[in-house]
């Protein structure tokens, strides 16, 4: 059973960058398919990001062509670089993990971290 850790949220002024890790253990990280997902005050869990075991991504539409996700199974971490950031990025961003399953839909990943805040100012 894997753990997973976020971290490297913050605060940052439109247009800037952050990058997130999320960090696993307790399991074979290379094996699992990673996702990130995002929740905003008041609103539900939105798909991000995800990459298969293999390396294949996916991307929300909205976070095309900014944001970049990407793993390193030597380091058991995942990351997430977020760049060009705007207002509506403001979430809590989670990381999530499954050995079977990959996609869009959180239910789809058995995993989570604890979530690491994003707040962009304007």
């Known amino acids: 059973q894997v753990q997973l850790v976020e971290s490297g949220g913050g605060l940052v002024q439109a247009g800037g960058s952050l990058r997130l890790s999320c960090a696993a253990s307790?399991?074979?990280?290379?094996?699992?398919?990673m996702g990130w997902f995002r929740q905003a005050p008041g609103k539900e869990r939105d798909f991000v990001a995800a990459i298969t075991s293999r390396g294949t991504t996916n991307y929300a539409e909205s976070v095309k062509n900014r944001f970049t996700i990407s793993r390193d199974n030597a380091k058991n971490t995942g990351y997430l670089q977020l760049d060009s950031l705007k207002p509506e990025d403001t979430a809590v961003y989670y990381c999530?993990?499954?050995?079977?399953?990959?996609?869009?839909?959180?239910?789809?990943?058995?995993?989570w971290g604890q979530g690491t805040q994003v707040t962009v100012s304007s």
């Open positions: 999530a993990a499954d050995p079977y399953n990959s996609g869009t839909a959180s239910y789809l990943y058995n995993y």
């Open positions: 307790g399991g074979t990280f290379s094996n699992y398919a």
